[in-house]
Nanobody, 118 residues
């Protein structure tokens, strides 16, 4: 499994960014994809997740109402639309995949930096 993330950048507070993650080499019939982030000096935290087959989504409380995770089956891509960005959203964002029935995400993409200036 390979995950390729893109779309990070620098944006002012209140602005928007869209992250994308393309998955390849996936052989599981059921799995979910998620976005995590890690800010300097902090532990990595969950941001949003989506079940690939059903499209069911879930979010961290800190991003509910501002971030939207979605998938494009044809492109094997998951996206994270981030609106109303805050300086505290600054972090390296990672996409990750886990097979259905597993509790941990075992496949990770490289990170993409998101910086929100105040």
């Amino acid at each position: 499994v390979q995950l390729q993330a893109s779309g990070g950048g620098l944006v002012q507070a209140g602005g928007s960014l869209r992250l994308s993650c393309t998955a390849s080499g996936v052989t599981f019939s059921r799995y979910d994809l998620a976005w995590f982030r890690q800010a300097p000096g902090k532990e990595r935290e969950f941001v949003a997740g989506i079940v690939w087959t059903s499209g069911v989504t879930w979010y961290a409380d800190s991003v509910k109402g501002r971030f939207t995770i979605s998938r494009d089956n044809a492109k094997s891509m998951v996206s994270l639309q981030m609106n109303s960005l805050k300086p505290e959203d600054t972090a390296v964002y990672y996409c990750a995949l886990r097979a259905a029935g597993y509790s941990s995400y075992d496949y990770w993409g490289q990170g993409t930096q998101v910086t929100v200036s105040s």
